[in-house]
């Protein structure tokens, strides 16, 4: 495909001002409308199928850009180009499944609303959609402070991104309000998003990471944590999905540690080892162990998950790591050094006490070592047990501790 800009192209009569990160199937719908033609039509007649440009070819964009007198490199910014089947790149990023190209248009009624006081053409033809709202992680208008909300629904890709045909059937109830919501505050991880696709990668630990695994993570770890605070984070309704992303990236962006750190606190706080890691991270753990198992943008994040269920849990042969089954326990709790030794919990936990190999604080269940230097210590407590214990009895049940 080439790149060169197209030198036949004669600038069309009439044009419309290209908006602020305005897509190119936004332009060249309202382009076509400006100059009494349909989308399909405009594109039939300059090489450029409308679906061309909904999909982003640069060479599309390039005709179009030059039909409208606009700047190519900015419509190419915000126009999701199309990779393969499952991913697109949107401001040098790669974004994944729906996550830039879903049935449900959002945007903010504010910004359209400002659209349409441009009084020389009829609001359909002024109304543009942004790039940025196209992207499943945006949830703000940082200039109006807006929710973006939902639009229209169309699977059809050409209707959907028609957007001149689209905003006749809404341009009235934009203008009067009906779209219009509660402003908020927008939050830190509305902030970085915004400026991440605005100015690529800054310096902070979640700017090392790809766009899209960065934020779905955010996602992830928010939903997880939030189960500190509430019993059921499915609950929260999907207008409200960005407190959720706010309350992962508050952590993850301040990189590993945090991270672990709070998923020890959460599995201290909020479950017990025989529960499972599944269990207690659900979709975190899901995602990251199966969904995204192969997707190496995710890889960092499922390291950090995996290292860190390693290192703090007491897994057994027949549990499961990540997808994997475990093959050799690592730790032992005083629970399953009890269970799997027949060893009264309360002497095992003086005994490793008294050698500081557990901590006084931790419960039972929490309260970790390492099964492979332990191995003799267990193995020789075993041995003096009186027969009969083994057949069923804890030492417990007939020696005094
Ligand atoms: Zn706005």
Excluded at 123 to 147: N, S, Y
Excluded at 231 to 245: C, G
Excluded at 298 to 321: A, C, K, N, Q, Y
Excluded at 331 to 341: G, M, P, R, W, Y
């Amino acid at each position: 495909m080439t790149t060169e800009p197209p030198t036949q192209i004669v600038p069309l009569p009439l044009s419309v001002p290209l908006a602020e990160r305005e897509t190119g199937f936004s332009f060249m719908s309202r382009l076509a409308a400006r100059n009494g033609v349909s989308s399909r039509l405009l594109g039939l007649n300059y090489d450029m199928p409308f679906k061309s440009v909904v999909d982003g070819e640069i060479t599309a964009i390039r005709t179009l850009s030059a039909l409208g007198s606009v700047n190519p490199e900015q419509v190419a910014k915000w126009t999701a180009s199309h990779r393969n089947r499952s991913s697109h790149r949107l401001c040098g990023e790669t974004f994944h499944g729906m996550s830039v190209r879903n049935p449900v248009i959002k945007g903010c009624p504010l910004c359209l609303k400002e659209d349409a006081q441009d009084h020389t053409r009829p609001p359909e033809q002024a109304m543009a959609l942004r790039g940025h709202w196209m992207v499943k992680h945006v949830f703000l208008c940082m200039k109006h402070r807006h929710p973006l909300v939902p639009l229209w629904r169309e699977s059809n890709l050409i209707l959907r991104y028609d957007t001149s045909q689209r905003f006749t059937d809404h341009a009235a109830a934009l203008v009067q309000g009906d779209f219009d919501q509660e402003t908020r505050e927008f939050t830190d991880y509305d902030q970085w998003i915004d400026n991440r696709l605005e100015n690529g990668r800054a310096d902070g630990w979640l700017d090392q990471h790809p766009l899209h695994a960065g934020a779905t993570f955010c996602f992830l770890l928010g939903y997880a944590l939030l189960r500190l605070e509430i019993s059921a984070p499915s609950s929260i309704p999907r207008e409200d999905r960005w407190a959720i992303y706010q309350t992962g990236y508050e952590v993850a962006r301040k990189g590993e540690s945090a991270i672990r750190k709070s998923l020890q606190k959460l599995q201290q706080r909020t479950a017990t080892p025989q529960q499972g890691p599944k269990a207690t991270f659900p979709l975190l753990y899901e995602r990251l162990a199966h969904d995204y198992a192969t997707d190496p943008d995710f890889m960092p994040f499922r390291d950090i998950l995996r290292s860190h269920i390693l290192e703090t849990w007491p897994l057994g042969v027949g549990d499961e790591l990540m997808g994997d089954p475990v093959e050799r326990r690592q730790l032992h709790s005083v629970i399953t050094a009890s269970k799997e030794t027949g060893v009264d919990q309360r002497r095992l936990r003086k005994l490793l006490e008294a050698r500081k190999l557990i901590s006084p604080e931790q419960p039972d269940a929490w309260a970790l070592f390492d099964a492979e230097d332990t191995s003799h210590l267990l193995a020789s407590l075993v041995t003096y047990l009186p027969a009969k214990n083994i057949r069923g009895k804890t030492l417990h049940d007939t020696v005094a501790v």
